[in-house]
């Protein structure tokens, strides 16, 4: 009973808000062209359950998803997952319509760009964590938020591996191959009184069920890319009507 009732929860949240209109910012073409796998590209979604994750990150940004290309079969196709249908593949024209943001890890080898590709592959066709779906409700009544609890609100879900949200899916890829996100860094204070400014730093991995989708747009590991400035932008080339 619980499934099924978040099942249609599932499918109440996921419908576009009535009203929502915008151009996006990136053409598909310009966002195609410099996409390279591995690649986060974090969407402003326009459902009510994007309009709850924003309000409860603070952020506009409601969904993450990883670019694998042709990796994974088809062409420009990003691994995702969805409240309804779960962990899926879908065309990168899906959000052709939508204001996006692209976020490179820096450095992968194709070693561990396989890596990273086949955790996600092994998880094709598991379940979206509907848990997560009922405390998302909360806000949808208006029941007020502390501020210090609104990221945890989003990690409350059953802790079941073969379920995931978008951040929490991309945070155990990224995790599997130890890339940071938003490691909590411990500083090491010199064993020698004379090095005072030598202190060495252990990252320690965050809980991946605590991860957000605006984690990979402010993690000083992740390189932001904007299409139209990675192809030879010149402001002067620019016609402006009168």
């Not at 998803?65 to 997952?81: I, K, P, Q």
Request: aromatic share 8%; charged share 25%.
């Amino acid at each position: 009973m619980r499934h099924r009732l978040g099942t249609l929860l599932a499918r109440y949240l996921a419908r576009p808000r009535a009203g929502h209109s915008s151009l996006p910012a990136t053409t598909p073409e310009d966002l195609g062209a410099v996409l390279q796998a591995g690649d986060v590209l974090r969407v402003e979604g326009t459902s009510r359950l994007s309009t709850a994750i924003k309000y409860l990150t603070q952020s506009t940004w409601s969904h993450a998803a990883l670019y694998a290309g042709d990796r994974l079969g088809g062409t420009a196709m990003l691994v995702e997952a969805d409240v309804v249908e779960g962990v899926r593949l879908v065309p990168l024209s899906l959000y052709s319509d939508m204001h996006t943001r692209i976020c490179r890890p820096v450095g992968l080898g194709p070693a561990e760009l396989d890596a990273l590709l086949g955790f996600l592959r092994a998880r094709l066709g598991n379940g979206y964590d509907l848990r997560n779906v009922f405390d998302l409700l909360r806000y949808l009544v208006r029941v007020p938020v502390p501020e210090p609890m609104k990221r945890r609100m989003l990690a409350l879900g059953s802790g079941d591996p073969t379920r995931a949200i978008c951040s929490t899916l991309l945070a155990q890829a990224f995790e599997s191959i130890r890339y940071p996100i938003l490691p909590l860094v411990e500083s090491i204070p010199p064993e020698h009184p004379g090095a005072a400014r030598a202190r060495r730093e252990i990252l320690h991995i965050r809980d991946w069920s605590l991860f957000v989708p605006r984690d990979f747009d402010v993690s000083p590991y992740f390189r932001i890319v904007k299409p139209r400035l990675d192809d030879g932008f010149d402001y002067r080339t620019l016609r402006w009507g009168d």
